[in-house]
């Protein structure tokens, strides 16, 4: 079994900043990316895809990073410790979301990085909430 773990959530102002943590373990599996997406209020109903945040590859560290977070949001790894990060800066209240960590294998039949089905296993989500 593959465990996908997000931690760093909390209340935090507008302007503020947050640090979110995700970390692979169990069963030894490839990695051929991670990524994060949210989920706002609202908008978590079965069914409904979870919105592109950020995505990291895992051989060279490129990003791919959503419009509405370009220039604000940050998304590194550490392959030793098969964890990924996002920092947050410069937040709003419309970043408010339960944020979900993935978790592409190297086997996954896709190579793109920002679409749900790209992603095998995600975490349970940590919620951010950003006060007006």
């Not at 593959?2 to 209340?11: D, F, I, P, Y």
């Not at 895992?58 to 509405?68: E, I, L, M």
């Not at 989500?125 to 950003?130: A, D, F, I, N, P």
Request: one cysteine or more; glycine letters at 10%.
């Amino acid at each position: 079994q593959v465990n996908v773990a997000e931690a760093g959530g909390g209340l935090v102002q507008a302007g503020g900043s947050l640090r979110l943590s995700c970390a692979v373990s169990g069963r030894p599996v490839s990695t051929y990316a991670m990524a994060w997406f949210r989920q706002a209020p609202g908008r978590q109903a079965p069914g409904k895809e979870r919105d592109f945040v950020a995505a990291i590859s895992w051989t060279d560290g490129s990003a791919d990073y959503a419009d509405s977070v370009k220039g604000r949001f940050a998304i590194t790894r550490d392959t030793a410790k098969n964890t990924i990060y996002l920092q947050m800066d410069s937040l709003k209240p419309e970043d408010t979301a339960v944020y979900y960590c993935a978790h592409k294998p190297r086997t996954s039949a896709t190579t793109t990085m920002t679409n749900n089905n790209d992603y095998t296993y995600w975490g349970q989500g940590t919620q951010v909430t950003v006060s007006s």
